[in-house]
């Protein structure tokens, strides 16, 4: 079965672009996580879903960034416009249960460099 | 406030050696779930070990060990017999009710 699977795998973008990730979660999986990795803030959650419904957002760090999950099979994490600080890796993770103490599971992220 | 604080920073062990990782949490929560995570050089992070916090008995998983002290807050995570494949960043995390935290991670270097 295929895991999470995440594209673009790398994307480079000249400040101020609109950037789309994109996110397909293991089929079956009630919840769904987006996380950006950098070497200075380490790897920070973002936002996550439950059964399609956002839960938590206080990590997204501004207005720029907007994350939807239109279905239980795609999930979207949009920075506009982006900045060269967004440069960073974003993980998608889901997990089984909506309870949420499940372990998740990461796709292979996404690396993004704004120039 | 809840906080997972990973202290070491970048470990470096010689192949064969016995390492162990800490991890500190805070929460107030009294039902919790702590998490490790290792992300290879490849950079997906693979899940370990999963505890909740009324489970404080030990776990061993072949090379891997883990040691849960709620009087100390902390969930220890030990490599016996450490192997270069074991190189990586290890991550802990903490999850309560709607909160999820990871620490900075531990770079893990064996040496041959």
């Known amino acids: 079965d295929a895991g999470v699977i995440q594209s673009p795998r790398h994307e480079v973008t000249e400040m101020g672009q609109e950037v789309t990730l994109r996110c397909k979660p293991i089929s079956g999986h009630n919840s769904l996580f987006w996380y950006r990795q950098t070497m200075m803030r380490g790897l920070e959650l973002l936002i996550y879903?439950?059964?399609?419904?956002?839960?938590?957002d206080s990590g997204m760090p501004e207005d720029r960034f907007s994350a939807k999950m239109p279905n239980a099979s795609f999930s979207t994490l949009k920075i506009q416009p982006s900045e060269p600080r967004d440069s960073a890796v974003y993980f998608c993770a889901s997990s089984l249960a909506s309870t949420g103490h499940d372990e998740q599971f990461f796709g292979p992220g996404t690396r993004l460099t704004v120039l | 406030a809840q906080k997972v604080t990973q202290a070491q920073t970048e470990i470096s062990v010689v192949e064969k050696e016995d390492v162990t990782l800490d991890c500190v949490y805070e929460?107030?929560?009294?039902?919790?779930?702590l998490f490790w995570y290792k992300q290879p050089p490849s950079g997906e992070l693979v899940f370990l070990i999963r505890r909740n916090s009324f489970d404080e008995q030990n776990e061993i998983s072949g090379r891997y060990s883990w040691n849960f002290q709620k009087s100390t807050s902390s969930f220890n995570f030990t490599i016996t017999a450490s192997q270069v494949v074991d190189s990586a960043v290890y991550f802990c995390a903490l999850r309560s009710v709607d909160k999820i935290i990871f620490g900075k991670g531990t770079r893990l270097h064996i040496l041959p």
């Open positions: 929460t107030r929560d009294t039902t919790y779930y």
């Open positions: 879903f439950n059964n399609n419904v956002p839960i938590d």
